[in-house]
Every structure is written in structure tokens, then in C-alpha cells.
T-cell receptor, first 112, second 112 residues
Framework: SAVISQKPSRDICQRGTSLTIQCQVD?????MFWYRQQPGQSLTLIAT?????????ESGFVIDKFPISRPNLTFSTLTVSNMSPEDSSIYLC?????????FGPGTRLTVL | DAKTTQPNSMESNEEEPVHLPCNHS???????IHWYRQLPSQGPEYVIH???SNVNNRMASLAIAEDRKSSTLILHRATLRDAAVYYC?????????????FGGGTRLMVKP
């Protein structure tokens, strides 16, 4: 199994600012992902965080808005840039291991 | 990955069995059927998965139709703690280790 922690657990931010979310895993993993869950909705994949190379973004998500770092096999960051109220969501880090995918507790972001 | 269809919501009484259906008529021969659930204010967690045969674990049972076009997640005795959104997800054998694609899921409400 994999235990994932995220920081911060929640934040309230002003529009136009940026927030960096950290994800720490207790073991080395190859596959690490970032998801977004808008209020009352299901999870949507933002990108796959690749170690040693640029992240792979899903349709509708761009690097300028959601820059991602993956410096090693246990850590990643997601930045939500130039925030607007539409970015208010829960952001979840996830890793894949064998037949199972593990999720962090999420970061609840509110943009005013 | 192929699409799944689930009811938006279901209700159950505490200590009664719950059968959560999932239709996946376009499933391919190499797709595994995975179930995850998301408790309130938490990230999703793995419940069970299977390919063709019915599967049991400490959390639930998975009944897979003979033609594999549908499956049912069975909670044998629902508790209040089982109130969650349950996601049925197909994952191709060739995508093992890659990200999950979430549909709408079924919101299960458990009444005392």
C-alpha cells in the first residue's frame, strides 16, 4: 500500500494569486497523478506527473495554469496559477501501485 | 477505457444488504472491473476488482455477469459508515498501473 499526505489540507485564496500544493508518498512510486474534484462532481484527471520530465496534461488543462514538479519518486507539487473562483475545488494527488490506485486526502481550495 | 453507467443514487437501511449495479456493455476482453468508493471529505479508496469470476474480500463481493456487460457490488450488511459515492471503473489490462478514469458514481445513503 501507499500512504499519501498533502499540504495544505485547505486554503482560502484571493483571485489572481497562486497556490502550490505538495504531495508526499511514503514509498517510491513510478506513476503519480493529480486530479481535480469540483463541488458535487466526480474526479477529473489534470495530469500525470513524470519524474525527470515534463508532466503529461489531459485535454483542457495546460502547464501555464497548472505547473507540476516531480523532483523524485516520492514527491510532487501542483501549482494553481492566477486563480479565479472557478478554480475552487478539491485537488487530489494519487499514485498507482500494482492493481490499486491510492489517493491523498485532498486539498480543499476556495478562491474568493 | 470503456464507459460505465451507474444509478446516480441509492438508499439502503442499516444492516441490510446493498446491491450496487454497473453496466459496461462496451467492455473489452482485457478490461478489469474496479470499484472504488469515496467517503465524505476523503479521497477515493479501493474496494474490489475482478475480471470474469465473482470475487470476495473483507469489504464486499463483486458479482460479474456471464457476458461481462454488467456487474454488481454487494455490501452484505450496510453500516452508516458505508455511506459514500461508489465508482465502477474499467481498467484495461494494458493500462495496469496507469490512471483511473472516473464516471459519475452512485451515491449510497444508509438509513439507521
Amino acid at each position: 500500500s501507499a500512504v499519501i499526505s498533502q499540504k495544505p489540507s485547505r486554503d482560502i485564496c484571493q483571485r489572481g494569486t497562486s497556490l502550490t500544493i505538495q504531495c508526499q508518498v511514503d514509498s517510491q512510486v513510478t506513476m503519480m497523478f493529480w486530479y481535480r474534484q469540483q463541488p458535487g462532481q466526480s474526479l477529473t484527471l489534470i495530469a500525470t506527473a513524470n519524474q525527470g520530465s515534463e508532466a503529461t496534461y489531459e485535454s483542457g488543462f495546460v502547464i501555464d495554469k497548472f505547473p507540476i514538479s516531480r523532483p523524485n519518486l516520492t514527491f510532487s507539487t501542483l501549482t494553481v496559477s492566477n486563480m479565479s473562483p472557478e478554480d475552487s475545488s478539491i485537488y487530489l494527488c494519487s499514485v498507482s501501485a500494482l492493481n490499486e490506485q491510492f489517493f491523498g486526502p485532498g486539498t480543499r481550495l476556495t478562491v474568493l | 477505457d470503456a464507459k460505465t453507467t451507474q444509478p446516480n443514487s441509492m438508499e439502503s437501511n442499516e444492516e441490510e444488504p446493498v446491491h450496487l449495479p454497473c453496466n459496461h456493455s462496451t467492455i473489452s476482453g482485457t478490461d478489469y472491473i474496479h470499484w472504488y468508493r469515496q467517503l465524505p471529505s476523503q479521497g477515493p479508496e479501493y474496494v474490489i476488482h475482478g475480471l470474469t469470476s465473482n470475487v470476495n474480500n473483507r469489504m464486499a463481493s463483486l458479482a460479474i455477469a456471464e457476458d461481462r456487460k454488467s456487474s454488481t457490488l454487494i455490501l452484505h450488511r450496510a453500516t452508516l459508515r458505508d455511506a459514500a459515492v461508489y465508482y465502477c471503473i474499467l481498467r484495461g489490462r494494458n493500462n495496469a498501473g496507469n490512471m483511473l478514469t472516473f464516471g459519475g458514481g452512485t451515491r449510497l445513503m444508509v438509513k439507521p
